[in-house]
């Protein structure tokens, strides 16, 4: 609706996780490198954690795109899942045959013959478990068993579990121990800083096309900023809001006092809104 109203060939900040868009901050590079790194050199398993919109799944996409073509990749995102739906998911998602009723053991093998013949192929095999913080501590337990199909040399799957904050939590538990030990890798994705925040609204104009005439005040950057503390899902809602408000009224550039109209119209912002500016006159 707004697009052509300040020049974009499409929304730039749109909620999909479109790789196109993401942005590499010191921090999400620094997560992606260290994320090949352990997969390519078969280290087992790695945990990603980061707040909600915090990029997490856009950075698996990438993650996906940067290995290369003799690595096999798959993504579990339902993860309110039993330990056997869990091991049926991935024979799936690796379009592994089985029957039916065959027992979790039995499934397990068929898995472990496909790894074999993928290493014996000279095949990276990798498993990202997404929102992996809902599996229950019995089905990470599952996760590290399946961890343990290995050779005398080195692992025949690489899994990567990411995740909200409570991840690490959970992992804490007395009870998953063994399965923490064998973390080789634990990065937690931190929030923009206002510059990065500032780089990366750039980042997504620029890939939409933009022109170069400022949309965005510097006081509005600085209000975007003060909002969303820097999560970059929240500032995708704010400013597309905020076009969305700009085109309706024809105005541009995009002021603070905007995007404190846009931010008290947000329910994802409901609760970093002043109570006080929140109260509805009688």
């Known amino acids: 609706m707004y697009e052509s109203y300040f020049g974009f060939t499409e929304k730039p900040f749109r909620m999909t996780p479109d790789s196109r868009y993401f942005f590499p901050s010191s921090k999400h590079m620094d997560a992606l490198n260290h994320m090949v790194y352990a997969i390519e050199e078969r280290r087992g398993f790695v945990v990603i954690t980061g707040e909600i919109g915090s990029g997490k799944t856009t950075l698996s996409r990438v993650l996906f795109q940067k290995l290369d073509e003799s690595t096999k990749t798959a993504i579990i995102r339902n993860t309110h899942l039993t330990a056997k739906e869990l091991v049926a998911a991935v024979l799936d998602e690796y379009e592994i045959e089985y029957e039916k009723g065959m027992t979790k053991t039995a499934m397990i093998n068929r898995l472990n013959e496909f790894l074999i013949d993928q290493i014996r192929e000279d095949n990276n095999v990798v498993l990202l478990i997404d929102e992996a913080q809902n599996l229950k501590p019995s089905v990470l337990e599952e996760v590290r068993m399946l961890s343990n199909l290995e050779t ?131």
């Open 152 to 282: 005398e040399t080195e692992k025949l799957i690489q899994i990567v579990l990411m995740g909200q904050p409570e991840l690490k939590d959970i992992l804490w538990l007395k009870k998953l121990t063994q399965l923490r030990q064998r973390v080789a890798l634990y990065y937690h994705l931190k929030p923009l800083t206002l510059e990065e925040m500032n780089e990366y609204i750039d980042h997504r104009l620029k890939v939409a096309n933009s022109s170069s005439e400022a949309v965005f005040t510097a006081d509005a950057l600085e209000r975007i900023y003060e909002y969303t503390d820097g999560v970059p899902r929240l500032v995708n809602s704010v400013c597309d809001r905020a076009f969305l408000t700009a085109f309706v009224s024809e105005t541009r550039p995009i002021d603070s006092n905007m995007i404190d109209e846009v931010a008290a119209e947000l329910p994802a912002l409901s609760d970093r809104i002043p109570f006080e500016s929140r109260l509805i006159e009688e």
